[in-house]
Nanobody, 123 residues
Framework: VQLVESGGVSVQAGGSLTLTCRAS????????MGWYRQYRWNRCKLVSR???????RYYDSAEGRFTISRDNSANTAYLQMNNLTVEDTAVYLCATIGSVVVSETTCGSDYSDWGQGTQVTVS
């Protein structure tokens, strides 16, 4: 399984961007997908997830500002991020979401397949 994130850039507060996660080596339509935010000590906290059926969920400050989506034909998940604040600055990683939703874990843990992450910097 390979997950490759892209789209992380430096933006000003109040700006927007869209993160992309391209998956290969798995039956993408059989997996939920999640976006995690990395913070200290290599810990990752779930920001948003989307079920294999396309049902979105948002956590903490993502509610009302972020939109998660997926395109099964392209094996790709997206995270549109609006009204960004400096507190959104982090590395964002995408991961597969199985039957157990892990809201906080060590980045790269065995719970999921993970990408390498993409840096979002808000100033």
């Amino acid at each position: 399984v390979q997950l490759v994130e892209s789209g992380g850039v430096s933006v000003q507060a109040g700006g927007s961007l869209t993160l992309t996660c391209r998956a290969s080596g798995l039956n993408f339509e059989d997996f939920g997908m999640g976006w995690y935010r990395q913070y200290r000590w290599n810990r990752c906290k779930l920001v948003s997830r989307i079920s294999k059926d396309g049902e979105p969920r948002y956590y903490d400050s993502a509610e009302g500002r972020f939109t998660i989506s997926r395109d099964n034909s392209a094996n790709t998940a997206y995270l549109q991020m609006n009204n960004l604040t400096v507190e959104d600055t982090a590395v964002y990683l995408c991961a597969t979401i199985g039957s157990v939703v892990v809201s906080e874990t060590t980045c790269g843990s065995d719970y999921s397949d993970w990408g390498q992450g993409t840096q979002v910097t808000v100033s």
